[in-house]
């Protein structure tokens, strides 16, 4: 499946900004019931959401358009799916929000059509609970219409949940950040980073902080980012595209491993370091990388 580097959030019930969306570059859209849209536009959201699905307004867009609803347990979160859910037309990817516990996925939906599952984990009580939410999530996608495809790591809610004042790096909150590649590595989903807290100054956002902030979630294992504005777009695109010159370094090295095998050796130098069999899995996962994100 492709990865999903650079999501950014469209408030639901903002058609201008849904129709500017059509023009944008994101891997994945998503229209949002949940924290972008007023509390009295909650409805006017899941509506034209529904509207955009029927009319099939994105279907010539590349991006994966997509619906966040609200959280299970907020009221919403029924009437979100009954409207986002309830047409012919469904998105191919939910974003579940505030997921806590395994409890918080038990839920059904109807219909065979199979939906991508990306949770939110955000809160203190849904890191302890990680690893049960997802072997939960693992578990159900065998008889549920959803595949669990990704977690995003929600700093902002979860930054509100600990009283944490975050710094731009987000050393306060770096455990969870890191707890959070793990479980997904261990359950074969996409790490999702943090979006940066900082827009900017004077409406200029802040590209380079930006840039660093892609850069250290990528080494991490974080492959794609939350964005909230169009110029953050191309930014995490390419800070989550491995560079050309990393892709003929691991081209280079899978082919110098494969002669080695042949001459018996499981171990030697290339380019100056040491090789052996992790290394050609970092190579291979460049590669896969590459191939995975069909935009550049
Ligand atoms: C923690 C979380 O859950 S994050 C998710 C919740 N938050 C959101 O969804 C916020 C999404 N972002 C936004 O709503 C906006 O970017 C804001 C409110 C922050 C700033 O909006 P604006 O003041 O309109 O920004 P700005 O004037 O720089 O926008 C430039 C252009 O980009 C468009 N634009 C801005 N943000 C977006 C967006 N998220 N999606 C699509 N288009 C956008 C604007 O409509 C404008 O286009 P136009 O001139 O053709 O109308
Ligand atoms: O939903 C995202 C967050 O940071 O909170
Ligand atoms: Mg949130």
Known sequence: CSSRRAILYVPGD??????????????????????????????????????WLDEGRASNSTSE????????????CKEDLQT???????????????????????????????INLIMYIESARAVVNLPDICRTAEQLSSTAPLKPAALVFGSD?????????????????????????????AFHLQAID????VLCFDNIPDLDGLQRQCEAGA????????????VQIP??????????????????????????????????VY???????????QAENIIKLVSSNTKV
Request: net charge positive; proline share 4%; with cysteine.
């Open 84 to 114: 986002v859910l309830g047409g012919a037309n469904k998105p191919p990817t939910l974003l579940l929000p505030k997921v806590e516990s395994k409890e918080h996925i038990q839920w059904h939906m109807g219909g065979c059509q199979k």
């Open 157 to 185: 809610d979860l930054c509100a949940n600990l009283g944490v004042t975050r710094s731009d790096n987000g050393t306060e909150i770096l455990y969870a950040r890191q707890k959070l590649v793990l479980v997904a590595k």
């Open 65 to 76: 358009w997509s619906v966040r609803v609200n959280s299970v347990e907020s009221d919403l």
């Open 235 to 268: 930014i995490v695109q390419q800070a989550f595209m491995p560079t050309a010159a990393i892709v003929e370094w691991a081209e280079g090295l899978i082919a110098a491993f494969q002669e080695h095998q042949k001459l018996g050796k499981g171990a030697f």
């Open 194 to 197: 943090m979006r940066v807290q």
């Open 14 to 51: 903002d058609i201008r900004k849904l129709n500017k969306a059509l023009s944008l570059d994101a891997d994945c859209i998503v229209m949002d019931c949940e924290d972008g849209v007023a509390t009295n536009r909650k409805e006017e959201a899941r509506v034209t959401i529904r509207q």
């Open 219 to 230: 080494r991490m294992g974080y492959t794609g980012k939350q964005v909230i504005h169009p």
């Open 271 to 281: 380019k100056g370091s040491m090789i052996d069999m992790p290394l050609l899995r």
